[in-house]
């Protein structure tokens, strides 16, 4: 099981790459579906449901992209120290989902803590704290308008 699901894993990234979200959907879907043998916290059901979300968002299923990172943050929250680098990049990814979906408000409280966790455990000039701190101002400015 597991090797029919890199195989459709990786075609679904092939796939997703090459502007196919369509068919890319359907093979994150039939992951997604796998995965769910494993366990809540299992390394490939987390990455089927970034993926799937990720894949979406690009074909324009905001709604369904939106749960499916809020599952992975509540799984890494409970599972993970708050400045390690997976559950910083699944807060990231639904701050991003939640962005697309017009949570602002939402989007804006998860970014500030994010923000805050990486101000403390990040050199100032590390890639992923400056992609968090220009989300953060982003959403700042889209919140004023």
Not at 72 to 92: K, N
Request: with cysteine.
């Amino acid at each position: 099981m597991e090797e029919r699901y890199e195989l459709y894993f990786w075609v679904g990234r092939c796939l997703q790459v090459e502007g196919q979200i369509r068919e890319a959907v359907r093979c994150f879907e039939e992951c997604w579906r796998w995965s769910g043998q494993f366990a809540e916290e299992h390394p490939l059901r987390l990455v089927s449901q970034h993926e799937l979300a990720g894949a979406y968002q690009s074909d324009g299923q905001i709604k369904k992209a939106v749960g499916l990172p809020e599952q992975v943050v509540a799984v890494r929250e409970r599972t993970l120290a708050e400045e390690h680098p997976g559950r910083l990049a699944s807060q990231y990814n639904l701050v991003m989902a939640y962005r697309a979906d017009g949570q602002i408000s939402q989007a804006l409280e998860l970014i500030k803590q994010l923000v805050a966790v990486e101000s403390r455990t990040l050199q100032e000039d590390h890639p992923d704290r400056l992609a968090s701190l220009s989300a953060f101002e982003n959403l700042l400015e889209v919140a004023s308008q």
